[in-house]
Each structure stands twice: as structure tokens, then as C-alpha cells.
């Protein structure tokens, strides 16, 4: 009896070497595999402080964390409606339409730039890179250089976009005009991000410090205040230039070449810091591109804008909830990627094409289909408090019938599955090929966002219009 016992003792003592060996032979092969040591290092427990993700919160907290900043940019963003709905009637915006075609790649610069910003800080401080003195001053000195860089130059791109765009269906070209267009696109942009990256550095170590989540609350704020900022100096600047286009010619040109020389510098400085430097060499595409899609968007909102009055209070609203509840999803799932594996591989039981079912409702297949259907949750009774206090406030040139309300959320609803949807795909692509979603994802987010925004509202107006839902004035 006793030497059979120690037979078995035996033979499990070479069954749990033989498993252990296996064990440390799959993870030497897989750090073949990798071969790069700092890779590796990433796979082996350390002493650097733990991913504060959220997956470790309970949904309450998550609710709470993200309908608060949610109803905060929501207001700002009525605020800029109501704002483009006065502003529409200036001198500016009735002789030189090309304006309205940078409304939407000015205000789309807030999502790529410092939504964005948000993602990237957010991810940093989840994985304890902020938490020194040295390290905030080193991350937010060169964040801040680069977003200038990037804004000065993606917004006077978006002044060529506007000129081209809005040459072409005239086919008569305004030298003044353009200028105009141009200065007020780079005055706009630089004022603009640097105003809202101090916010959001602000925004960021607050919420590190109270120990919140900051990739539920910094986007929104991002939202809340940029579309409002971007809006405001647009119209200034723009009002100001076209009252002295005849006085002094020549501020225009003094502006823009301004603009121009502080490119290098802000380069310069970005480049020799270590957080920017890479994102200074590979993020202009996603800036740019998205750029380009928030201008057609715009020629979309140049045309509605002539066509039905009412579509401006709402273009803002419709454009800003979508793009600021993706830019949510976004953030969360690229710190989770972050957080679970390294670039380029992904973790396990992730993949990449889904299906829209299994995206907002099978929690197996993916640890954000929750968050999908409770940022789904969220448009319908957001765009109802946003509506109705447009109509409380007695703005726009629509009467909010329940016809109107119907077509309306059913555009908006659709907008924002989309993109989520979209978000859930894109950003689990990215990562597979070794691109940050951090710095690539909410760009295109908020750019398509604002396209299919601006066309689903204009045929929801369209739509209004041929049942004759003539209480609704949509023609006025």
C-alpha cells in the first residue's frame, strides 16, 4: 500500500515538473516571439502602479461619472447652437458663405486635437505616467507645443478646404475673402487649443487626484467647452476682419504669416520632448483626413443651412453628442488596450470584426458592449432636455411637434450606433496594426460623427418637409 502511494507521489511530482516545464517553455517562446526586452518588460509584473481601468467600476459609478460631464457638454454645446443660430444673421456669415463650411472643421478641430489630448493624457495617467511633478511638466509642455503646432497648420488647411469648396460650385474666386477665411481659421484655431489644452491638463490632474476615472469626464468637458470657444472666436474673428476688410487690408496677411512663423517653434519644442516627439512625426494624417471629412460636412451644412434655417440650432447639438459619446467609447477601449497587452498584439478573446449585435450586447466577445448600451441609452433623454430647452429659450425656426421629435431622435439615434459601432471596430483594427489608437481613433470618430450628423439632419429636414409637417416651419 505504502509503495504504490509513493508510486503516485511520484509520478504527479513528474506531472506538475513536466507541466511546469511547459509552462516556462510557452512563455520563452512567445518572448522569442517578441524579442524586443522593453516589450517583454512589459509582460513581466513590475513595481510601476496599477491600470486604475474602468472595468473594475461598478456601473453606477461609471453612469454617474459619465451623464454628469455628459449633461455639462450638452449645455455647451445648446450654448453654441444658440450661438450659430444669432450668428448666422451677421454680415459675415450672409456675404461670405464659405464661413459655414469651417464651422464644422473648426469645431471638429476640438475633437481631433483636444478630445484627443483627453484620450492620450487620460491613458497616461490610468497607467501612473502623471503622478511626479517631473512627469506633469514634461507630458504637458510637450502636449501643449504639439497641439499648437498641429492646429495653426490643420487650421489653415481647413481655410484652403473652405476656399476650394466653396470656389467650386460658385466658380468665381474672392482674393479678400479668402484671406479673410484664412486668418480667421488660423486666429481661431490657435486661440482656441490653447485656451481648451490648459483646460483639459486642468481636467486631467483634477481627476487624478480625486481618484476618477478621467476617460469618462475629460472628453465631454473637452465637448463642453470647445464647441462654445471655437465658435465664439470664429465669429469675432471673422466679423472683425470682414468690418476692416476695406480699412486695413492688410491684417489678414500680418495674421496668417504670424500664424505661420510660430509653426516651427511649436514643432521644435514638441520634438525635443519624449511623450510628443512620436506623435508629432506620425499624427498628421488622422488630423488631416478628418479635417477633410468635417469639410464636407460643412458643404453638406452650407447647402441645408440655405435650404431650411432650422438646421443650425440642431447641427451643433446632433454633431456634438455623437462625436462626444464615441470619443467615450474610444477613450475606454484604447486604455483597455493599453492596460491588457502590448501594440500590435491583441488580448485574448479580442477580435476585430463583429457583428453590431454582438458589439452592444455580448459581454463575452467584448468587455465594452455595456458601455455601448448605456451610451446608446443616454441620446434619446439627452436630446430631449437639449431640445426643449432650445424651445424654452425660444430659438431656431422649428416648432417641436412630435412628428419633428420622431424624425429627429431617429436620426440622432442612428448617428450614434454608428459610431459606436464604428469605434468598437476601428480602434481594435488600429491597435492590431501597431497604431495608437490614443492618437488616431477620435479624429476620424469625431469627423465622421459630424458628416453623418449633418447629412442625417438635413434628411431628417428633408424628410419633414415632404410629409408637410408644415407646423414645423422647416422652410423658414
Sequence with gaps: MSSDSSLDDSLTHRKFKSKKKKRTMTLHLDNDELGDDSVRSQLIPCDEPKVQFSSKESILATSVQMFIPFLLAGFGMVAASLLLDMVQHWPVFQNVSEVYILVPALLGLKGNLEMTLASRLSTHANLGHLDTRSQQWSLIAGNLSLIQCQAIVVGFLASIAAVIFGWIPAGKFNLQHALLLCASSVGTAFMASFILGLVMVGVILFSRHFHINPDNVATPIAASLGDLTTLALLSYFASLLYKTIDTLPWLPVVIIIV???????????????????????TGWSPVIVAMVISSIGGLILDFTVSQYKGVAVFQLVINGIGGNLAAVQASRISTELHSKSVIGRLPRGEEVCLSPCVAFCDSAKTPHAGTARMLLLMVVPGHLIFSYTISYLQAGHTSFTPIFMLVYLTAALLQVFLL?????????????????????AIPYLTAIGDLLGTLLLGVAFQVLYLIGDRDSDVGD
Design 420 to 440: 459606436l459601432y464604428i469605434a468598437q471596430v476601428m480602434i481594435v483594427w488600429m491597435w492590431k496594426l501597431s497604431i495608437d489608437p490614443d492618437n488616431s
Design 259 to 281: 500664424g505661420i512663423l510660430f509653426v516651427p517653434l511649436w514643432g521644435w519644442f514638441a520634438s525635443k520632448n519624449e511623450y510628443s516627439k512620436e506623435v508629432l512625426d
